[in-house]
């Protein structure tokens, strides 16, 4: 199943969570290395996680690493 369709599965403020990420920046370029340096890092922690909790974390890494600059 590709990341598209299992989001058309989800529900409620879960597929709200997932679609926002697979619309705006799911496979886009990225051009800002503060930016890069957040997926870095999201990936990195992701490491025996689900991407799902790390993207409920994610505003708690930008707070954690000063937005990453």
């Known amino acids: 199943m590709s990341y598209c369709s299992a989001i058309e599965s989800m529900t409620g403020d879960r597929k709200a969570l997932h679609k926002s990420y697979h619309?705006?920046?799911?496979?886009?370029?990225?051009?800002?290395?503060?930016?890069?340096?957040?997926?870095?890092v999201m990936e990195i922690n992701q490491a025996g996680l689900?991407?799902?909790?790390?993207?409920?974390?994610?505003?708690?890494?930008?707070?954690?690493?000063?937005?990453?600059?």
Do not use: M, V
């Open 23 to 40: 619309d705006e920046r799911y496979g886009f370029p990225i051009h800002d290395d503060n930016e890069l340096f957040c997926r870095l």
């Open 50 to 69: 689900s991407w799902e909790t790390i993207l409920k974390k994610e505003q708690s890494f930008r707070k954690a690493y000063d937005e990453f600059d």
